[in-house]
């Protein structure tokens, strides 16, 4: 599997936000994206992984990106699991149809039916600067990844 490549013009998709809303390519013009693909709303490893971005977040708007975790959780138990963690993080719903977007942007771990952890970095044109796709669902990239994704996207 690989992820999709810097370069490449985002694919049309449609996810689903918090509301029952559609986001979709659109949402992605005009600023700076970071698209973090986790596996699971809940466990320790994306808990931790989204916890550590919540705290420097602020670095993150600094440099003008927008933060958004996908997973193929229904938003239901998204919505759960942000507000526990009292992150600001929008989160994307990719449950149905289940994986769809993770596919297309090569961040589908099909032995086990989930998203993989991936980093998109997406511009305003709607182009990938960066991408990152962990070894394993349990490769949790740190803060450092998400600055050097942007330092690539500048």
């Not at 942007?105 to 039916?113: D, N, S, T």
């Not at 980093?119 to 600055?147: I, N, Q, Y």
């Amino acid at each position: 599997m690989s992820v999709i490549e810097p370069g490449t013009e985002v694919p049309e998709f449609k996810l689903q936000n918090a509301e029952g809303e559609p986001f979709t390519k659109a949402d992605l013009l005009g600023k700076t994206t970071v698209l973090i693909f986790y596996p699971f709303a809940f466990s320790p490893g994306c808990t931790n992984q989204l916890t550590n971005y919540e705290e420097v977040i602020h670095e993150f708007e600094g440099r003008g990106a927008k933060l958004y975790a996908i997973s193929t959780d229904p938003r239901w138990s998204q919505t759960a699991f942000k507000e526990q963690l009292g992150s600001s993080v929008e989160q994307l719903s990719d449950f149905e149809p289940k994986g769809a977007v993770a596919k297309a942007f090569g961040a589908y771990f099909e032995p086990a039916g989930m998203t993989h952890r991936a980093l998109v970095v997406v511009g305003g044109d709607g182009v990938v600067k960066w991408s990152w796709l962990g070894e394993t669902p349990g490769d949790v990239p740190g803060p450092e990844r998400v600055h050097e994704g942007l330092d690539a996207a500048s």
